[in-house]
């Protein structure tokens, strides 16, 4: 049974930063492209962050670009999103996802499995 189990999320004041992970079972992270989603109260879910299966390469939205860094330790099964400076603007709900997909993907529905998320709040 394959789980995806985040964590890492809590309460931060601006400019603050956090440490997402995103630990595996079930399957091995190595052999999956992950993704970092984000979904807002009363908005669609986003890409946030996303990194191929080989790990050659990332992708980031514009609004994370220079403040996120997405990672992987093989070692560990587990996935991390690295957030500095932070801003009211990141609060969200932030979900991980893997897909079998060599390539990174950026839509939703291309990924298989999902984490049941955590919550990232930044206060002003």
């Known amino acids: 049974q394959v789980q995806l189990v985040e964590s890492g999320g809590g309460l931060v004041q601006a400019g603050g930063s956090l440490r997402l992970s995103c630990a595996a079972s079930g399957l091995t992270v190595s052999t999956y492209a992950m993704g970092w989603f984000r979904q807002a109260p009363g908005k669609e879910r986003e890409i946030v962050a996303a990194i191929s299966k080989f790990g050659f390469t990332t992708y980031y939205q514009d609004s994370v670009k220079g403040r996120f860094t997405i990672s992987r330790d093989d070692a560990k099964n587990t996935g991390y999103l690295q957030m500095r400076s932070l801003t009211p603007e990141d609060t969200a709900v932030y979900y991980c996802?893997?897909?079998?997909?060599?390539?990174?993907?950026?839509?939703?529905?291309?990924?298989?499995?999902w984490g049941q998320g955590t919550q990232v709040t930044v206060s002003s």
């Open positions: 996802a893997t897909t079998m997909r060599i390539a990174l993907r950026t839509r939703s529905i291309d990924y298989d499995y």
